[in-house]
């Protein structure tokens, strides 16, 4: 999915997607970016929990700007419904990734790139005063 960022977005909830439309733009004009849309339903879950962790999550990635860490775009709420707008982070996930190796693991240089990026984005989250856990 493709949406001018900064936006408003127009979503159409229904099986996990959104639609979005530029009805808003910067002075320095707009930019296109793929994004993703965590959709989630205050009803559907304990309340305080999915309220708390949700704030949370919103609070702690709008803190951080880092290449390594998905950006948070825009929050969202239509009634008992929130909308993250995060950056997309395209290829699946680690542990597929490494799993689809020819070898199964991955090579040296590979791994200690990965390394690099991962201990880069955690020095960056800790200056912050944000811990992974």
Do not use: F, W
Request: with cysteine; hydrophobic share 35%.
């Amino acid at each position: 999915m493709y949406l001018s960022i900064p936006t408003e977005i127009r979503l159409k909830p229904g099986n996990g997607e959104a639609q979005g439309e530029n009805t808003r733009h910067e002075e320095k004009g707009r930019r296109e970016a793929r994004v993703a849309i965590k959709i989630i339903d205050v009803e559907q879950g304990k309340k305080d929990y999915v309220m708390k962790n949700l704030t949370r999550e919103a609070k702690v990635l709008s803190m951080l700007q880092h290449p390594s860490i998905v950006r948070l775009y825009e929050t969202i709420r239509c009634g008992s419904v929130y909308y993250l707008v995060t950056e997309l982070a395209t290829g699946g996930d680690l542990c597929t990734h490494i799993k689809e190796q020819p070898a199964g693991k991955l090579d040296e240089n590979t791994a200690r790139l990965y390394a690099r990026q991962l201990v880069a984005a955690l020095k960056h989250m800790h200056s912050k005063g944000v811990v992974h856990r």
